[in-house]
């Protein structure tokens, strides 16, 4: 258990849809990062917040939005979904601050999302 | 451009084989870090060794070991006498020190089978 939650761990909607991912981090860590995974383009960085700032983007869909709250936890925030946002979403969580590319990130077991 | 290349797809050996995954990177940074996670098949990611640039000391933790070789840019893991519960999809994944993000980059991932 890597100490890294997120809720839920299943999603079926459908097409058009929003949904709201969420992640609580490990006690003690700054820092959390929401990766995406699918057969065709592997597992890709979405977005890095720390302390509650947006710290990092990667190839974030505009329909895509992420915030983290005063109490760490974070939430990713997908809208008008099409069939082709279906995957497995994983929040991670390292402790943060000077040195981040250093720390290791712990990853939740993820949200499988499936937009039919 | 920073990217990770991870050219074995899938790998399959049958129990005590040792087998070992190539893991080449590219990056123009000259500090950066370097780690290996794996995935079983219960989905979650789970860390296994972090390397930073500046340490190019061969790492051996029980089976498993990792050459880090920056004459070539590649960090191969190598598990000795294989086990079933060494089966999962193995990635590599590189931070780049300028970011100070965290952010990791990874390979497309090689899935190693091991047969009883």
């Known amino acids: 258990d890597s100490g890294v939650t997120q809720t839920p761990k299943h999603l079926i909607t459908a097409t058009g849809q929003r949904v709201t991912l969420r992640c609580s981090p490990r006690?003690?860590?700054?820092?959390v990062y929401w990766y995406q995974q699918s057969l065709d383009q592997g597992l890709q960085f979405l977005i890095q917040y720390y302390n509650g700032e947006e710290r990092a983007k990667g190839n974030i869909l505009e329909r895509f939005s992420a915030q983290q709250f005063p109490d760490l936890h974070s939430e990713l925030n997908l809208s008008s979904l099409e069939l082709g946002d279906s995957a497995l979403y994983f929040c991670?969580?390292?402790?943060?601050?000077?040195?981040?590319?250093?720390?290791?990130?712990?990853f939740g077991p993820g949200t499988r999302l499936t937009v039919l | 451009a920073q990217k990770v290349t991870q050219a074995q797809t899938e790998i399959s050996v049958v129990e005590k084989e040792d087998v070992t995954l190539d893991c080449v990177y590219e990056?123009?940074?000259?500090?950066?870090?370097l780690f290996w996670y794996k995935q079983p098949p219960s989905g979650e990611l789970v860390f296994l060794i972090r390397r930073n640039s500046f340490d190019e000391q061969n790492e051996i933790s029980g089976r498993y070991s990792w050459n880090f070789q920056k004459s070539t840019s590649s960090f191969n893991f190598t598990i000795t006498a294989s086990q079933v519960v060494d089966s999962a999809v193995y990635f590599c994944?590189?931070?780049?020190?300028?970011?100070?993000?965290?952010?990791?980059?990874f390979g497309q991932g090689t899935t190693l089978q091991v047969k009883p």
């Open positions: 991670a969580s390292s402790v943060g601050g000077s040195g981040t590319s250093y720390n290791e990130q712990f």
């Open positions: 006690s003690g860590d700054l820092s």
């Open positions: 990056t123009r940074d000259t500090t950066y870090y």
């Open positions: 994944a590189l931070s780049e020190g300028s970011s100070n993000t965290g952010k990791l980059i």
